[in-house]
Nanobody, 123 residues
Framework: QVKLVESGGGMVRTGGSLSLSCAASGQTFGFELMGWFRQAPGKEREFVAGIRRSSNNPVYGRSVSGRFVANRDIAKNTITLHMFSLKPEDTAVYLC????????????????WGQGTQVTVSS
């Protein structure tokens, strides 16, 4: 009954910016962890950013560090991803995830996943 819905995807030119949002609804029992992953055709799912309830401090994947900013509103059960200096290699479906894992930020730490929103960066 938990549902995560992403929004804000679209097309942007290289060097541009784009902001994504994710809203959780249903039985959201105070997720310890919310985050973002992305997956491009032919590539593995990649960790983008994650934020723990206990710290509300984002952790970023290596490939996006310094260019993306994630923020979480714990009361609203939302998480955003502000992307800057976008590159063609950022093109992917961006997925929102939430869960209760306490051992890192990998995929296994998340129990719920959204359907994703497409981000396309043109060259």
């Amino acid at each position: 009954q938990v549902k995560l819905v992403e929004s804000g995807g679209g097309m942007v030119r290289t060097g541009g910016s784009l902001s994504l949002s994710c809203a959780a609804s249903g039985q959201t029992f105070g997720f310890e962890l919310m985050g973002w992953f992305r997956q491009a055709p032919g590539k593995e799912r990649e960790f983008v950013a994650g934020i723990r309830r206990s710290s509300n401090n984002p952790v970023y994947g290596r490939s996006v560090s310094g260019r993306f900013v994630a923020n979480r509103d714990i009361a609203k059960n939302t998480i955003t991803l502000h992307m800057f200096s976008l590159k063609p290699e950022d093109t992917a479906v961006y997925l929102c995830a939430a869960g209760y894992g306490t051992d890192g930020y990998g995929e296994s730490q998340y129990a719920y996943w959204g359907q994703g929103t497409q981000v396309t960066v043109s060259s």
